[in-house]
C-alpha cells in the first residue's frame, strides 16, 4: 500500500508532500504480547520512548529550533500505530507496533510550551 501526507498552509497551498510505498507482503516473524498500561507507564517514567518531535509554535519558523529541556510532559492523546523503518536494510521487511503519545511539556531554560511526540514499543 501507500501513504501519502500533505502538509498545507493557511491558505491551502501544498508545503510539502512525503510518502511512502510499503511493500505487498510483510514476514511474520513472532507474536508477542502487547504493554500492559502499568508497563507503558513505568516505560514512560523511565524515560525509555523515542521523543520523534518536539517544537514550541514559537519557534515554528526557526530555521534550527532550541534543544529543549523537558523534565515534565502532559500527555493529551495516545493510540497504537506501526512503526516501519525508512529503510529497509534497517530491519527487512519489519512492521513494529508502537504507542505513539502526543502532549505538551515546558521547557525549563525558556518557558515555552513545547509540543511533543513520543514512540513507545508496543510490544515486551
Given at each position: 500500500g501507500t501513504n501519502i501526507e500533505f502538509v498545507e498552509s493557511p491558505s491551502l497551498e501544498v508545503l510539502k508532500m512525503t510518502g511512502v510505498?510499503?511493500?505487498e507482503t510483510f514476514e511474520k516473524i513472532e507474536d508477542k504480547p502487547i504493554l500492559s498500561t502499568k508497563e507503558i507507564e513505568k516505560r514512560l517514567n523511565n524515560r525509555e520512548g523515542a521523543v520523534v518531535y518536539s517544537l514550541s509554535d514559537q519557534d515554528l519558523s526557526s530555521e534550527a529550533p532550541p534543544n529543549y529541556q523537558i523534565s515534565?510532559?502532559?500527555i493529551t492523546?495516545?493510540?497504537l500505530a506501526y512503526y516501519y523503518p525508512?529503510?529497509?536494510e534497517e530491519a527487512g521487511l519489519i512492521i513494529q507496533p508502537?504507542?505513539?503519545f502526543e502532549g505538551?511539556?515546558?521547557d525549563q531554560k525558556?518557558?515555552?510550551n513545547v509540543n511533543l511526540i513520543i514512540y513507545l514499543p508496543a510490544t515486551q
Open positions: 510505498k510499503y511493500p515534565l510532559a502532559q492523546r495516545s493510540y525508512p529503510s529497509t508502537v504507542f505513539v505538551m511539556g515546558v525558556s518557558g515555552k
